[in-house]
């Protein structure tokens, strides 16, 4: 399976999940982690333990390998490293105060 079919398959769970303010980086040019960065807010930290859940769920029935997932203790940021494909899935005030799409600069911004 291609890195282009797991970006969909997390995007397709972030819509089905009502997650907002979606994007997708493509940051294949300027990371050597990752192709794709995607980052979605979540609407409480139950919701963003549930969006999380449902990746993991999503990724691993397609039989691919979540390779890591920090933060759903707390559940204000939520990291899932997918290997070519990493999710952020934020809380509102959380995604303000790292604005990590600034960091990547407007060049990356795909839309979702």
Known sequence: ????????ICLDVLD???A?????????GISGFADWFIIAT????????A?????????KSNQ???IGVEGQEDSEWVLIDCGDVVVNVM???????YDLESLWGETTLISA
């Open 42 to 49: 979540a609407s409480s930290s139950r919701n963003a333990k």
């Open 20 to 28: 907002k303010d979606v994007l997708a980086l493509d940051i294949r």
């Open 16 to 18: 089905d999940m009502k």
């Open 1 to 8: 399976m291609k890195n282009s079919d797991l970006k969909l």
């Open 64 to 66: 691919l390998h979540v």
């Open 51 to 59: 969006v999380s859940n449902k990746i993991i769920e999503a990724v």
């Open 91 to 97: 809380q509102q005030d959380t995604r303000e105060f």
